[in-house]
């Protein structure tokens, strides 16, 4: 998300707000977004306290916990908008690759602009100057 939304309450929280998921699966889905070798840092692992807005992570770690978060949705349909705006390069690699491997049965709507996140996708669509131009 270019905007990510992250809650002030706990790592653990952000993940799994309905308490669904084992340590072992929150932390998988960490690891799978490379925010675990990050979080084994923290003093209090999953009951980290997120700040505010995620103001003690950068935006780029915000935007992975969102993604991670993701994982457990199992939404049929996962739309991303922009997920890799504001990441440095290695973020700007790894979301779009964790996406194709993770999300596989799902329809993923993407609306980037670096062409190189949608590059991999069955289907682009773009607008030029707020027309439609083609599939």
């Not at 340590?23 to 990050?38: F, I, M, P, S, Y």
């Not at 807005?53 to 908008?81: H, T, W």
């Not at 049965?105 to 289907?123: C, E, G, H, S, V």
Request: neutral net charge; glycine residues 2%.
């Amino acid at each position: 998300p270019r905007f990510p939304v992250l809650f002030s309450n706990t790592l653990r929280y952000n993940l799994d707000p309905f308490d669904h998921y084992t340590d072992e699966q929150l932390w998988d889905a960490l690891e799978a977004v490379q925010l675990k070798t990050k979080n084994n840092t923290l003093k209090d692992k999953l009951n980290t306290k997120i700040a505010e807005y995620g103001s003690n992570f950068s935006v780029g770690e915000c935007q992975l916990v969102c993604v991670a978060r993701a994982i457990f949705k199992q939404s049929k349909i996962l739309l991303i908008d922009e997920a890799t705006a504001h990441v440095d390069t290695k973020t700007d690699e790894l979301i779009p690759k964790f996406l194709r491997e993770k999300f596989t049965n799902q329809t993923i709507l993407t609306i980037a602009r670096r062409l190189n996140t949608i590059m991999d996708n069955d289907k682009i669509c773009y607008y030029e100057r707020w027309y439609y131009c083609r599939i």
